[in-house]
């Protein structure tokens, strides 16, 4: 599909699924090499779209940290990191989170018409608040983004943002971390909730590449006919 960018989504999960835990805060799952490997994904992207869940609940700054890669980026007329997206029903984002606060790169915000007043008025000075509708639509948004020229989209979570993606199959490619050890916790985020996925026992998705990386285990699915071209 033309109309919409490249998506890669990405995520790191404990084994029993999880993205973090219900009780000891932000959980590491992952380790330096692997976070080096994401960190040249992030380097070779346009932008990076999370859900507003994990700027609340993470408080990502989602730059590209080397800087080599950001020197790279600049050499080709790029800024130092993508732009960073976000979508959110209801606005409610702390203009002093480090989405915002940190780099000096566009910021995205594709908002629901309902809290489009009140989050153009907080987010003011620090972000672009779009009008997304009611509801949004991620395959809308995803066009928006290629209209605004991003080629090459990175999706970093978190789960209802990820189940949205792959239900709608608005991916083309998903890099699944899995860390050795459980989480064990029901009320801990996971990496996907319900839904209708376009794979099952009758389609299985198609297993690209497996990669240990120190001590975790990097899966690559080819989620469309257009894996390996972003």
Same mark, same amino acid.
């Given at each position: 599909?033309?109309?919409r960018?490249?998506? !890669?989504?990405?995520?790191?999960?404990? !084994?029993? @699924?999880? !993205?973090?835990?219900?009780?000891?805060?932000?959980?590491?799952?992952?380790? #330096?090499? /692997?976070? /080096?490997?994401?960190? $040249?994904?992030?380097?070779?992207?346009? *932008?990076?779209?999370?859900?507003?869940?994990?700027?609340?609940?993470?408080?990502?700054r989602?730059?590209?940290r =080397?800087?080599?890669?950001?020197?790279?980026?600049?050499?080709? @007329?790029?800024?130092?990191?993508?732009?960073?997206?976000?979508?959110?029903?209801?606005?409610?984002?702390?203009?002093?989170?480090?989405?915002?606060? =940190?780099?000096?790169?566009?910021?995205?915000?594709?908002c629901?018409?309902? *809290?489009?007043?009140?989050?153009?008025?907080?987010?003011?000075? +620090?972000?672009?608040?779009?009008?997304?509708?009611?509801?949004?639509?991620?395959?809308?948004?995803?066009?928006?983004?290629?209209?605004?020229?991003?080629?090459?989209?990175? +999706?970093? @979570?978190?789960?209802?943002?990820?189940?949205?993606?792959?239900?709608? $199959?608005? @991916?083309?490619?998903?890099?699944l971390?899995?860390?050795?050890?459980?989480v064990?916790?029901?009320?801990?985020?996971?990496?996907?909730?319900?839904?209708?996925?376009?794979?099952?026992?009758?389609?299985?998705?198609? #297993?690209?590449? +497996?990669?240990?990386? /120190?001590?975790?285990?990097?899966?690559?699915?080819?989620? =469309?006919?257009?894996?390996?071209?972003?």
């Amino acid at each position: 599909m033309a109309d919409r960018p490249y998506t !890669l989504l990405s995520c790191c999960m404990s !084994l029993d @699924g999880y !993205l973090g835990s219900a009780s000891r805060g932000r959980l590491q799952l992952s380790n #330096l090499a /692997d976070f /080096d490997r994401v960190d $040249g994904e992030r380097a070779d992207s346009d *932008a990076i779209l999370v859900g507003a869940g994990t700027i609340r609940c993470d408080d990502p700054r989602l730059l590209v940290r =080397s800087q080599q890669r950001q020197a790279e980026r600049v050499a080709r @007329g790029w800024s130092p990191s993508p732009v960073k997206v976000t979508v959110t029903r209801h606005g409610c984002l702390d203009p002093a989170a480090e989405f915002f606060a =940190s780099g000096d790169g566009e910021k995205l915000v594709f908002c629901a018409r309902p *809290a489009l007043a009140t989050t153009r008025e907080r987010l003011a000075g +620090v972000a672009t608040v779009i009008d997304a509708g009611e509801p949004v639509e991620l395959r809308w948004v995803a066009e928006q983004l290629h209209a605004r020229g991003v080629r090459r989209l990175m +999706v970093e @979570g978190g789960g209802t943002v990820h189940t949205q993606m792959l239900t709608q $199959g608005l @991916g083309d490619e998903l890099q699944l971390v899995v860390a050795p050890f459980f989480v064990g916790e029901s009320a801990a985020p996971r990496f996907v909730g319900d839904g209708a996925f376009p794979w099952s026992v009758a389609r299985r998705a198609t #297993l690209a590449e +497996v990669r240990q990386i /120190d001590d975790v285990a990097l899966l690559r699915y080819a989620l =469309s006919p257009r894996y390996g071209e972003g």
